[in-house]
Nanobody
Framework: QVQLVESGGGLVQAGGSLRLSCVAS????????MGWFRQPPGKEREFVAG????????NYAASVKGRFTISRDNAKNMVFLQMIGLKPEDTAVYYC???????????????WGQGTQVIVSS
């Protein structure tokens, strides 16, 4: 079992920045591919960014490419999502997830955090 806890969400104005953090416990996060997903109000959960198990490969949704950066610190069992140039449409609950492979589908991930709210005001 892996427990994931996100933090760093909040209210920010459009154009602003936030850095989300996710800390893993139970098993080393280095054993897993890590992903960030988000669920906007009234919408389905969607892939945002992911990093492979060793951390050498990353993938981003087209809507965030160039604005968001995923990184991981395996020594600290943490993964981060740096978000710049935030837009109102980035408003969502953001979830950290761990899985065996870097995938864009939520069902591919085994463990999930409880989420952290990001609100971007216009």
């Amino acid at each position: 079992q892996v427990q994931l806890v996100e933090s760093g969400g909040g209210l920010v104005q459009a154009g602003g920045s936030l850095r989300l953090s996710c800390v893993a416990s139970g098993r080393p996060s280095s054993n897993y591919a890590m992903g960030w997903f988000r669920q906007p109000p009234g919408k389905e959960r969607e892939f945002v960014a992911g990093t492979s198990m060793p951390g050498g490969t990353t993938n981003y949704a087209a809507s965030v490419k160039g604005r968001f950066t995923i990184s991981r610190d395996n020594a600290k069992n943490m993964v981060f999502l740096q978000m710049i140039g935030l837009k109102p449409e980035d408003t969502a609950v953001y979830y950290c997830a761990a899985g065996l492979f870097l995938r864009v589908t939520a069902t591919s991930y085994l463990y999930w955090g409880q989420g952290t709210q990001v609100i971007v005001s216009s």
